[in-house]
């Protein structure tokens, strides 16, 4: 496929991916603002691998710090990040 291409596809393949790259495959087509209900309504009940020994986490448990609005995939990204962190993850 030619660079820059719309059906170029970059990074791990489905299923290959874990940690922010594993969770942003998961949350893949949403648009933003987007709501935290409408995230767990739709994402709830996935889950996605967080290490690359096999490790995984359920979005719902991940989505529950956000707030109630979010702008952006780099805003989930960065409260799962934290959330792992601190060790609050379930």
Known sequence: MARGSEQEHRGPQEG??????????KL??????????????????ERFQWTKNG???????C???LPNEIQSVTQITQVV???V??????
């Open 85 to 90: 962190k601190q060790g609050t993850r379930r």
């Open 55 to 61: 490790e995984t986490m359920s979005l719902r448990d």
């Open 16 to 25: 290959e991916a874990f940690g922010v790259a594993g969770l942003t495959q």
């Open 81 to 83: 990040s934290d959330t």
């Open 28 to 45: 893949h087509g949403i648009s933003f603002p987007i709501s935290k209900q409408e995230l767990i309504d739709r994402f709830g009940n």
């Open 63 to 65: 989505l529950r710090s």
